[in-house]
């Protein structure tokens, strides 16, 4: 199944869409502005519909079926969202109207900087981080701003644990600071005894990401704290996994310095195909005033008459700005609607059936598939996709047979402390016939890679394209479409 | 509500795990930080919710309502019905980054033609997935350019009259980045400076220059000379631009851009109050390998048939780790999809046609208010789609008028230079009637009577 792209489909002398004619006068644009010729397809309304509704049914998606990618919590995004940030009140607010005529946009942000400080148990939040990863950016850049505002330069050193997400590492690079690895220990937790030794004063800080990517809360996580703090460090809380500890454990009480939100993670913000995400940033209070600009507040108090001004601030020793505006506002209204229909007592059965759902399908797998950490886990766990009696059989390829049993396949090769790694994570948003039926399909693909290895080795044999050649890819680097004028 | 559990099948999945209660499955959780009681008011239904939201919503007076003469880096356009409907679709706006291209070629081929759109409207040769927004990808290029040379140039010039917010994130990103060095001429934004004066900054360690274009207050500056200088030096210049300009406006590759990036919420993206956007980049086949983010590549399956995967990966975080030039992990994916679909609907002629009706709008507006007697339009160059006014009193006050006779006024360019006092930037779209624009230059003169 291939789909024609747009300039194949393109017809000279189409259009999809008019405009009014001009109603003023005719201005020229001088002729040696003008640009030569615009190489763009030209298609009808109908044509372009169907270009993507073709596209969008060779697409897996939540709607479609069972997602289960370690550390992206896949879980279901209401529709309702979808409606309430199309409301025409906030989808044509301009980010640069006069503060009275934008109080209802200040307000919704002003409430999920509260809910999200009540949930992780911060002092101080800053909406603006696009993403994850930018998150962790401003993150870091915070920790860096505070120690040299104590005119400690000697702390360049960032401790990330070996069974880090690949951000972690890349942010410090960003930032400028040096980065050490840290073993984990047998039972998955930071290794003590290393940490000991490592933390020194010229560590900046520690990012921990918590429960770790091997879906387990460090059983240590309190002294582990109290080392890289003892030592003069911060601590940096990677957010990703967040979807195990809303109303379980509050990262600003176990002693966490900084720490990055997914709302497209844990908030039920769409995916989109790779992105928007939203990565709001918050921190403890002594690390207030270095936070992004500019940040919600009230600028003027209420009276008995009159509700508060909401307006912006700038944090005194900011970091400055991270991105334009404020932060992705269709994606904060989003989650202030999810975080609203949930409530204190909905958030905590969300990570309570995410932590149910993840330790049912473990109980189903166990025996059959390697369990590199015999614990109960948290929100996700992993596995290794290998069988020593079948060696050329890899996690790949049960990844990719998963597929013709209609499931995408779960994060494979990472972390990478596990060898061929399969990273599980069902979120609470399924229901147990999924999840057995997730669990049959492993189970009968282990038996497959026995009984018929090619069958894995040749998957998947169901999909609209069978495994496609990226090093050809790679190699010729056909980044654009082909253009029937060039030829 | 989301969970969709009965209480008969938690209780089978607990036995089959082996405990008794959920709790049980907390126990690594220190007991003094466990459950914590949240301080967060009581779940709605989704009945309530709405309404709750439609009130917040309401309480909002924007372009929806009012006409708005307010642009900046943010502009009101025309979104057709189509391009909505689509990326409303679930199989677009819930599936995860294509990292199984098996089950993704929706996502990847769309990619793959907004990465040819975006190059062919910027005049480059390739172009990656997309960045978070324009003034990021303004950051993104900086980085680029400084790996290209290795860190053997440490200086980037960037002109005074690029957009301040992306300055400002460029700063975020790149001040204090190794030895990097950003050198501007003047440190606010303003209308003094010139091409040669940025000409003038150029030297053996300049990596990058960077210009806007049109520039934040509108104008169309002439580059030619600052290009072949900046080349003839051996360094790269790279264009922040407008995707609705260059419907009709030469291309930054035809002027010699090295890169070219770009705020892309003009090409069928929601103002919601500033974001989700979209950033792009563009720049030549060359440089294609120091581009940071995703970049979409076509291939073949083992049948040989046409297929896409995300290519040269092994430039990125997740593989390189600390030795990636960034850290970026996503792209703007739906707002691409977003972009991608609108490019397509208007096609050659409707990119053409919007682009003419906002210059040709402007340029009426424009008219119109320099004939106010105290207005005077700042034209000394040609200019697209949004221009500097000088009014005889605070911009402030003129647009509190404004606003009681249903206009969203232009930004007061006093908020980002006090030397620009009284000064309005005013941008207008092809949304804008020509009553609109008339009965918007009768307000002005009215607003600065009172």
Known sequence: ?487 | MFIPHTDAEREAMLASIGVKDIKDLFTDVPVKHRFPKLGLPKGITEMEALAELREFSTANETAADLVSFLGAGAYQHYIPAAVDALINRGEFFSAYTPYQPEISQGTLQAIFEFQTLIANLTGMEVSNASHYDGATAAAEAGLMAYHHFRGKRPKIIISSSVNPEYREVMCSYLCGYENMKLVSVEDKADLKESPDQLSDRLDDQTALVMVQYPDFFGRINDFHKLVRKSHEIGALIAFIVNPTALGILKTPGELGADIVVGEGQPLGIPLSFGGPYLGFLATKKDFVRKISGRLVGETVDGEGRRGYVLTLTAREQHIRREKATSNICSNQGLMALAATIYMSLLGKQGMQQVADLCYQKAHYAAELINRLPGFEVLTDKPFFHEFVVKCPVDVDHINQHLLEDGFLGGLNLAKINPDLANHMLVAVTEVISKEDIEAFAEALKEASHD
């Open chain 1, 1 to 487: 199944m291939t789909e024609p792209t747009l300039y194949e489909l393109s017809s000279p002398g189409r259009s999809g869409v008019r405009f009014p004619k001009s109603d003023v006068p005719k201005y020229e644009l001088p002729a040696d502005l003008v640009r030569a010729d615009l190489p763009f397809p030209e298609l009808a309304e109908i044509d372009v519909v169907r270009h993507f509704t073709h596209l969008s049914a060779m697409n897996y998606s939540i709607d479609k079926g069972f997602y289960p990618l370690g550390s992206c919590t896949m879980k279901y995004n209401p529709k309702i969202n979808e409606v309430t940030a199309r409301l025409p009140g906030f989808a044509f607010t301009h980010p640069l109207q006069p503060l009275e005529t934008i109080q209802g946009n200040l307000f919704l942000m002003y409430q999920l900087q509260e809910y999200l400080k009540e949930i992780s148990g911060f002092a101080a939040i800053s909406l603006q981080p696009a993403a994850g990863a930018q998150g962790e950016f401003t993150g870091v850049k915070i920790i860096n701003a505070y120690h040299k505002s104590r005119g400690d330069l000697k702390r360049t050193r960032v401790l990330i644990p070996d069974s880090a997400h690949g951000t972690n590492p890349a942010t410090c690079s960003m930032v400028g600071l040096e980065v050490v690895h840290l073993p984990s220990d047998a039972r998955g937790n930071v290794d003590l005894v290393a940490l000991h030794e490592i933390c020194d004063d010229t560590v900046a800080g520690l990012m921990l990401t918590n429960p770790n990517t091997l879906g387990l809360f460090d059983e240590n996580v309190s002294e582990v704290i109290e080392i890289v703090h003892a030592a003069g460090g911060l601590v940096y809380g990677d957010g990703a996994n967040l979807n195990a500890l809303l109303g379980i454990a509050r990262p600003g009480d176990l002693g966490f310095d900084v720490m990055h939100f997914n709302l497209h993670k844990t908030f039920s913000t769409p995916h989109g195909g790779g992105g928007p995400g939203s990565g709001p940033v918050a921190v403890t209070s002594q690390l207030a005033d270095f936070l992004p600009s500019p940040v919600v507040g009230i600028v003027e108090p209420g009276t008995e008459d009159l509700p508060p001004l909401y307006g912006f601030t700038t944090p005194t020793m900011s970091i400055g700005r991270v991105k334009t505006f404020y932060g992705q506002f269709g994606m904060l209204v989003r989650a202030y609607t999810y975080i609203r229909m949930n409530g204190s007592d909905g958030l905590r059965r969300i990570s309570e059936f995410a932590v149910l759902n993840a330790n049912y399908l473990l109980s189903k797998v166990r025996g059959k598939y390697t369990l590199p950490y015999n614990r109960t886990c948290m929100h996700e766990f992993v596995v290794e996709g290998v069988w020593p009696e079948v060696p050329d059989i890899h996690a790949l390829d049960i990844a990719k047979r998963l597929m013709d049993y209609d499931f995408h396949p779960p994060t494979n090769y990472f972390p990478l402390i596990v060898h061929e790694a399969l990273m599980i994570e069902p979120t609470e948003t399924e229901n147990k016939q999924t999840l057995d039926a997730f669990a049959d399909a492993l189970l009968k693909i282990a038996e497959e890679a026995h009984t018929d290895p090619e069958l894995l080795k040749n998957a998947p044999h169901n999909t609209p394209v069978s495994r496609l050649d990226e090093v050809k890819a790679a190699k010729e680097l056909v980044l654009c479409c082909w253009l029937p004028e060039n030829e």
